[in-house]
């Protein structure tokens, strides 16, 4: 067998692996999945199929690259294949984290061949990109309608070749909320044109209605949105058969008995043999919007998703399901946390607090580690919430180990490196010189937001440079804030782990779910900063 063989056969045994190690799987395996189908925060998820492929793209606020793109061909198992948007708009404004802000609500579709997603930038108005590889490159942004608090914006195209676009207000900018509106587009879908007009209030029992998503099925149109909040909300339907209305609405779905709370502001899909499905969310705090998949039965032309199980004319969301029907068999494909730093480029799963620079970090010339360098912290730091050289992912499911191999090239006082749980509250276990000496340490930071600063917890010597890092999160049964509980252990060889510092509970960050990962950083600017190498990064 020739060497090429060989690795080939190796490749696709780590890869096997690393799916196999992963902690959260939907596809049961026997024709059915389990809710939810991600266990990751992909927040407000929008879902379009392109013949027999499906794109889902979903909220990424401030977090760079943004606009994930997923795709699947059974509705179940997806895959991360790029970002539509490799650093977030204006790009000087988001050089810096702006947390909470960015990217809000996306909508995706598909259109003459090409692909187009739309989103609301709270602070600067509705964007766009498009393109013919869903897999990138992307388009340049273009500014749609320019305004504050324009947010959560979808578009269609009808059969005569117009072009429209629904929206709603974000309250905290706009000063007002709980409405939706439409208007013209011109057909290449780059400008608004004309009026807005009022298609529908909520401020009768339906507040904070948003997160439009819109779309045309038999004699109707539909415009699918949220109302009640984001943790306690339910999902409406409007509908009318002239685009411009009037519009009647319903409650297609609600918690209703199950323990699914807020579910809704997702995804509209119908099938090519017409069976439909519907997306959501549902707010698991600091696990993040997670993502349902709902079976959708059309009732007098309304769309019921999930099971009308207590008879009150309103969909409950499903806990266990029969797979879409496909046509044959897809593998199941979790998605990937790992990361061995083997090849020049890291994993899709890693995201930057803000648009990176390039000395945040890179892989190494003979493709065997990542190097992440002691940046300099700004000159009126208090605490990471304010550094965008945070190198996370996403939560991966109720219960995860996440461990790491490093070596640590300490030059300055302050310099420091570690394993971080991100969010409004954070933790990290890590190695700091100080007064001249390398210490293991394990700090927190309360309501980091609001100016928190960090506690130091743990510290003792540390005469070694090389490490690993661990940390067990586990959820905490019953908790109806559905918390977890985290531990942050080391190791100097790999085998033994020893608990260090106490338990750490871990907390959303604005508008995300928490996240880890790594980061280096120095409160000191010199010509030849201290420096990470990373070998590595596993969860299971």
């Known amino acids: 067998m020739n060497f090429k063989k060989l690795l080939s056969i190796f490749t696709l045994t780590v890869i096997a692996l690393q799916l196999n190690a992963q902690p959260w799987n939907a596809d049961l395996g026997n024709g059915k999945y389990k809710n939810p189908i991600l266990f990751a925060d992909y927040s407000d998820p929008d879902v379009c199929r392109v013949g027999d492929d499906y794109y889902m793209t979903a909220s990424s606020f401030n977090c760079s690259p943004g606009l994930p793109v997923l795709h699947s061909k059974d509705l179940v198992n997806w895959k ?23 990217v809000w609500a996306p909508s995706i579709r598909y259109h003459n061949n090409e692909l187009y997603i739309y989103w609301g930038d709270p602070d600067f108005g509705i964007y766009m990109v498009k393109t013919q590889n869903p897999q990138g490159p992307w388009s340049e942004p273009v500014l749609v309608k320019e305004g504050k608090g324009l947010i959560d914006p979808c578009p269609i195209w009808t059969k005569d070749g117009k072009a429209y676009l629904s929206y709603a207000f974000a309250g905290s900018r706009a000063g007002a909320k709980t409405v939706i509106l439409m208007t013209e587009m011109t057909p290449n879908g780059t400008k608004t044109i004309g009026n807005s007009v009022l298609v529908f209030d909520g401020h009768n029992g339906h507040t904070t ?50 323990n699914i709370n807020g579910p809704h502001q997702g995804a509209l899909v119908v099938q090519e043999n017409g069976d439909s499905w519907f997306y959501h969310f549902q707010d698991r705090w600091a696990y993040g919007r997670i993502v349902h998949l709902q079976p959708v039965t059309w009732v007098d032309g309304w769309p019921i998703p ?55 970090g890179y892989m190494s010339a003979n493709l065997g580690y990542l190097r992440l360098n002691c940046i300099q912290q700004p000159d009126d730091y208090v605490s990471l919430w304010q550094l965008p050289n945070l190198f996370l992912q996403k939560f991966p499911a109720p219960d995860f180990t996440a461990t790491t191999k490093l070596t640590f090239r ?37 309501d980091a937001r609001k100016g928190g600063k960090e506690v130091v917890n743990q510290s003792i010597d540390m005469d070694q440079q090389e490490i690993y890092f661990r940390v067990t999160v586990k959820h905490i ?60 990064f596993r969860v299971e």
Not at 344 to 352: I, M, P, V
Not at 415 to 429: C, V
């Open 410 to 446: 300490n030059h300055e006082e302050g310099d420091r490196t570690g394993l971080l749980l991100m969010g409004e509250d954070y933790a990290y276990i890590g190695l700091q010189q100080v007064d001249g000496k390398l210490k293991l340490i394990h700090s927190t930071c309360t």
């Open 80 to 102: 991360l294949i790029g970002y539509a948007l490799p650093e977030v708009y204006p790009l000087d404004h988001f050089s810096t984290p702006q947390h909470g802000n960015g």
């Open 306 to 360: 999930g099971v009308d199980s207590n008879k009150d004319g309103i969909g409950e969301p499903v806990s266990e399901w029969i797979k879409p029907t496909v046509g044959q068999n897809y593998p199941a494909t979790p998605l990937v946390t790992t990361d061995e730093f083997n090849s020049h480029e890291w994993g899709l799963q890693w995201q930057w607090h803000a648009n990176p620079s390039v000395y945040f």
């Open 209 to 258: 209605c948003e997160g439009t998503k819109f779309y045309q099925h038999g004699d109707y149109y539909y415009i699918m949105a949220p109302a009640g909040g984001v943790k306690p909300g339910w999902q409406l339907a409007l509908r009318s058969k002239n685009i411009w209305g009037p519009y009647e609405m319903k409650v297609v779905l609600h918690q209703g008995d199950t």
């Open 477 to 536: 049964p019953d908790s109806p804030e559905h918390d977890a509980t985290a531990q942050f252990s080391y190791s100097l060889n790999g085998k033994r782990f020893n608990n260090f510092g106490p338990a750490f509970k871990p907390r959303a960050g604005r508008w995300i779910g928490a996240k880890m990962g790594l980061f280096a950083s120095s409160p000191i600017r010199t010509n030849d900063c201290g420096y990470a190498d990373v070998d590595w």
